[in-house]
Nanobody, 121 residues
Framework: QVHLVESGGGLVQTGGSLRLSCAAS????????VGWFRQAPGKERELVAA????????YHANSVKGRFTISRDNAKNTAYLQMDSLKAEDTAVYYC??????????????WGQGTQVTVSS
């Protein structure tokens, strides 16, 4: 079983940048597909970006494409979400999640506690 801990959230002005980190322990990180989700107050949780353990092109939601970039360093058991050109609508709690298997869109098995990102205008 893998344990996930997010960090890097905070308060930033519109147009600014943040980099979220997701540190994994307790499993073979390279064998997991990793996703970043977010949930804003009153809204459903959405998949923002994902990286399959099997390689290939990562997934980025249309709402963040060109602004957010997911990456992973399997040697460090860490995934990242680089967020640039942040907008007020990016304000949410961001969660890191992992799943066994290469499909980035199916249910995730393991979740972090989340980190708050607040973008002020």
């Amino acid at each position: 079983q893998v344990h996930l801990v997010e960090s890097g959230g905070g308060l930033v002005q519109t147009g600014g940048s943040l980099r979220l980190s997701c540190a994994a322990s307790g499993g073979t990180f390279s064998a997991y597909t990793v996703g970043w989700f977010r949930q804003a107050p009153g809204k459903e949780r959405e998949l923002v970006a994902a990286s399959s353990w099997g390689g290939g092109s990562p997934y980025h939601a249309n709402s963040v494409k060109g602004r957010f970039t997911i990456s992973r360093d399997n040697a460090k058991n860490t995934a990242y979400l680089q967020m640039d050109s942040l907008k007020a609508e990016d304000t949410a709690v961001y969660y890191c999640a992992a799943r066994v298997g290469a499909n980035m869109m199916e249910n995730y098995d393991y979740w972090g506690q989340g980190t708050q990102v607040t973008v002020s205008s």
